[in-house]
């Protein structure tokens, strides 16, 4: 069986990561709009509901960025030859 090289697992690491930090932001970016009642999103989720949400996921979203973005960094810096 054929080993993969640590390149290999950051890359997905960064996939998955990036796919992460899209949905979170999406629903940032709703609760948000929830919140000051604009764009009618207020329909969907109570502006109760939505600072709930907000709140709660503060704290994944900054871990998820310091993931996407350390994997990034790291792909990036093996790119260039900077590091081995």
């Given amino acids: 069986m054929k080993r993969r090289k640590r390149t ?5 690491i960064g ?9 979170l932001m ?6 948000g709009f929830a919140l000051c009642g604009k764009l009618g999103v207020e ?7 939505a600072l709930v949400i907000h709140q ?3 704290w994944p979203l900054v871990g998820v960025f310091l993931l996407h973005s350390l994997a990034a960094f790291y792909i990036s810096m093996r790119r260039w030859r900077w590091i081995r």
């Fill in 8 to 12: 290999y697992y950051i890359l997905k």
């Fill in 15 to 23: 996939r998955f990561s990036g796919y992460c930090l899209f949905f």
């Fill in 26 to 31: 999406l629903l940032f970016v709703v609760t």
């Fill in 43 to 49: 329909r969907l989720v109570s502006p109760r509901d």
């Fill in 56 to 58: 709660l996921f503060d």
